[in-house]
């Protein structure tokens, strides 16, 4: 799933290609949306909200689209052969004279009255990348569950919106945290896991490629993601994979286990969902 600075890239080329700009083609290709047409809509700005894509329209309409797993925005120039994907896979046109925007795979696609927007991502905590974002009411929200499990935690984008995978376990493995650790026994270690995630989300906004260890060398870019059995950086380890999260719902998480050895004993009835199942570890070598 797409990470928030990949998101806020996304809304910053759409700006760039629409904003001010009246549609002159705005189509949707879902059933539930088939015979809607933006049209002669003028697009006011496009803002970024966690993992969502927010739309705004002078006439005081918001589209909202969420990329999820496979979901992306592709920009071209009229007449441009697009190449996002098949035909079927296009869900959304918007057309300005200068640009085409195209939506392949998008998920969440919806339309509401701008002063509704809430109805769509209210639920969502403080965006680590957003103007407003507040660190103490993202601390609050985690703290709310001290037998979460950091790694899960961390990603519920209703505590804070924008952390994805990658910027999860790559974190968790710089401040040396278990994944599997429960919240309140690294809370001291919260406020400075938050701000090493916003740090790195902030290095890699104006690029696609996320870089988190500064080396540009292929193989070298990041520091657990991506490389099971493969030796740490750090220590020599070969690093782990595994999946964590509540049922239906796990994540694949890489860490290192010396580097990143629990700290104190990881609690088995951590809560895992709503249902709070304890979660067995599973370890793919």
Not at 136 to 156: C, F, K, N, S
Request: net charge neutral; aromatic share 6%.
């Amino acid at each position: 799933m797409p990470e928030g600075d990949t998101v806020w890239l996304a809304a910053e080329r759409m700006r760039a290609a629409l904003a001010g700009s009246t549609l002159r083609r705005g189509e949707f290709r879902l059933p539930q949306l088939a015979a809607l047409d933006l049209t002669g809509a003028t697009v006011t700005e496009v803002v970024p909200r966690g993992k969502h894509l927010l739309i705004r329209l002078a006439d005081g309409r918001t589209l909202r689209t969420h990329f999820r797993m496979d979901g992306s925005w592709h920009i071209y120039r009229p007449g441009a052969r697009w190449k996002g994907g098949p035909g079927h896979d296009v869900r959304v046109v918007l057309a300005s004279d200068e640009w085409e925007c195209v939506g392949y795979r998008l998920h969440d696609v919806d339309i509401v009255p701008t002063s509704q927007e809430d109805q769509l991502v209210g639920h969502l905590g403080p965006d680590i990348l957003g103007p407003d974002w507040q660190l103490d009411e993202a601390l609050r929200r985690l703290r709310e569950h001290p037998d979460e499990q950091v790694g899960v935690a961390i990603l519920d984008q209703r505590n804070l919106a924008g952390i994805g995978n990658l910027y999860k376990v790559e974190s968790l493995f710089l401040l040396g945290l278990n994944p599997w650790a429960r919240v309140g026994d690294v809370d001291e270690q919260l406020p400075a896991l938050l701000e090493r995630a916003q740090r790195l989300m902030k290095a890699n906004l104006r690029h696609p490629e996320q870089n988190t260890t500064g080396d540009p060398r292929r193989g070298r870019d990041h520091w657990v993601f991506g490389r099971k059995g493969k030796p740490c950086f750090r220590c020599g380890t070969p690093i782990l994979l595994g999946e964590q999260g509540p049922p239906t719902q796990e994540r694949v998480t890489w860490w290192c286990p010396t580097c990143q050895a629990a700290r104190s004993p990881i609690d088995p009835q951590a809560r895992t969902g709503e249902a709070g199942r304890p979660q067995p570890v599973t370890v793919y070598r």
